[in-house]
């Protein structure tokens, strides 16, 4: 029987880079910001991964929380403490709606963290 091997994923700032996207070209702001989502869910997607392990490895979630911040902020170009926190934000909300089957916010305020999240909100005041 064959040992089932898990990779483990890594936060790099080669997540943040957006992805090829396919089809029509015809309207201009959608593959940047298609790219914009699916890299940033996949980041959010390692977070959380690497929130789980660090988890599992202390014992303390605040712990683990506060080191996935540092990290953030150490390794990711134009990350300051503020957007580490919304990156792990995002994917805490990530973990939560696979556990349970739904987000723990309501609609408008999942969609402000994801611009946060993603730098791509100007100004709340706009809103």
């Known amino acids: 029987m064959k040992k089932r091997i898990q990779a483990q994923a890594v936060v790099s700032p080669s997540s943040l880079a ?3 996207w ?3 070209a015809s309207i201009a702001s959608r593959p940047k910001a298609k790219a914009v989502e699916n890299g940033l869910l996949r980041l959010c997607h390692e977070i959380a991964g690497s929130l789980l392990r660090r988890r599992l490895e202390s014992g303390d979630p605040v712990r683990a ?4 911040r540092r990290e953030l902020t ?3 170009p134009d990350c300051d403490e503020a957007r580490a926190g919304w990156l792990v934000d995002l994917a805490l909300e990530l973990l939560h709606v696979k556990a349970r089957g739904q987000f723990k916010r309501n609609a408008l305020e999942l969609s402000e963290l994801i611009a946060r ?7 709340v005041a706009d809103n």
Do not use: C, F
């Open 18 to 20: 957006p992805l090829p």
């Open 22 to 24: 396919k089809g029509r």
């Open 65 to 68: 929380v506060r080191e996935m």
């Open 74 to 76: 150490r390794h990711l």
């Open 117 to 123: 999240a993603a730098n791509q909100l100007r100004d």
